[in-house]
């Protein structure tokens, strides 16, 4: 089974920036990172989890919502079980609890649900 540990998450002003992190680790054993594609979503206040970015093994496919599309960006380092979130141009209405995921589909599939999740990071912007 895989563990996933995110950070980075805290409180920004509207326009800012903020980076977020997820440290992969396999419950027993040791991981190999470059197996799992990898996610991440958000769920706000009172919505559904939804569907942020996800990244590939091998970051050769990519795939964002529409709300973050150039906003944010997805980039993985499968040496240090690593995975990061750059969010730009912040808006109070991406305020929510960021969720990292882990699946072993080939190609990221924004309509489904990783099998695996962390317990999040709050990210809140203010306005």
């Known amino acids: 089974q895989v563990r996933l540990v995110e950070s980075g998450g805290g409180l920004v002003e509207a326009g800012g920036s903020l980076g977020l992190s997820c440290a992969a680790s396999?419950?027993?054993?040791?991981?190999?990172?470059g197996l799992w594609t990898m996610h991440w979503w958000r769920q706000a206040p009172g919505k559904e989890r939804e569907f942020v970015a996800a990244i590939n093994w091998n970051s050769n496919k990519i795939e964002y919502s529409d709300s973050v599309k150039g906003r944010f960006t997805i980039s993985r380092d499968n040496t240090w079980n690593k995975l990061y979130l750059q969010m730009t141009n912040l808006t109070p209405e991406d305020t929510a609890i960021y969720y990292c995921g882990a699946d072993r589909r080939s190609i990221p599939d924004p309509t489904k649900s990783p099998q695996y999740w962390g317990r999040g990071t709050q990210v809140t912007v203010s306005s």
């Open positions: 396999a419950t027993s054993g040791i991981l190999n990172m």
